[in-house]
T-cell receptor, first 117, second 112 residues
Framework: GAVVSQHPSRVICKSGTSVKIECRSL??????MFWYRQFPKQSLMLMAT?????????EQGVEKDKFLINHASLTLSTLTVTSAHPEDSSFYIC?????????????FGEGSRLTVL | GESVGLHLPTLSVQEGDNSIINCAYS??????FIWYKQESGKGPQFIID?????DKRQGQRVTVLLNKTVKHLSLQIAATQPGDSAVYFC???????????FGTGTRLKVLA
């Protein structure tokens, strides 16, 4: 199966700082990556769709200036939480698709737990 | 962002029994569905998928049933084991997009 690596797995930061989370597809090229946010005991909430070489598509209600997404290569997408506040504390998960002609299996990273103090 | 439901229902099953986890999906245009298993603090793991041109698909100890008429998906786990304890999510893909929407999720507890 395909492997998606996410880093860091845990991060604690002070309020007002920015945090960058990386998502890498290790053994395949991912033309499309997705970023999800998950609160405790809740489902995954799609934040944005990241396409290589173009701007991310954000879901309604997700602030694009708050959650900066960059997909500079076919194997790397980054999510930067800018000026983080305690309410941004959450579990962030990325996923990647192999870019087939039709939708196929999503491969997920292990998630990054962000705690903002 | 889109998400379906807020709080996780729980299904408790005796070890060795069969489990049935249900999911109602939202869009009749969705044509690809995946079941994921998520253990605490980890990312979702693929279990099984099904496309809308099928009603049933079987894997190892798992079966997915799709009822397009009522927009319902189910995951059956045979001979449930303690290692099956996790949260299970269904995800739907809307035809013509690469966008996946996740269901509410169900926590499966396997009782010894």
């Amino acid at each position: 199966g395909a492997v998606v690596s996410q880093h860091p797995s845990r991060v604690i930061c002070k309020s007002g700082t920015s945090v960058k989370i990386e998502c890498r597809s290790l053994d395949f090229q991912a033309t499309t990556m997705f970023w999800y946010r998950q609160f405790p005991k809740q489902s995954l909430m799609l934040m944005a769709t990241s396409n290589e070489g173009s701007k991310a598509t954000y879901e309604q209600g997700v602030e694009k200036d708050k959650f900066l997404i960059n997909h500079a290569s076919l194997t790397l997408s980054t999510l930067t939480v800018t000026s983080a506040h305690p309410e941004d504390s959450s579990f962030y998960i990325c996923s990647a698709e192999k870019g087939q002609s039709q939708a196929g299996e999503l491969f997920f990273g292990e998630g990054s737990r962000l705690t903002v103090l | 962002g889109e998400s379906v439901g807020l709080h996780l229902p729980t299904l408790s099953v005796q070890e060795g029994d069969n489990s049935i986890i249900n999911c109602a999906y939202s869009n009749s245009a969705s044509d690809y569905f995946i079941w994921y298993k998520q253990e605490s603090g980890k990312g979702p793991q693929f279990i099984i998928d099904i496309r809308s041109n099928m009603d049933k698909r079987q894997g190892q100890r798992v079966t997915v049933l799709l009822n397009k008429t009522v927009k319902h998906l189910s995951l059956q786990i045979a001979a449930t084991q303690p290692g099956d304890s996790a949260v299970y999510f269904c995800a739907e893909n809307r035809s013509g997009t690469y966008k996946y929407i996740f269901g509410t999720g169900t926590r499966l507890k396997v009782l010894a």
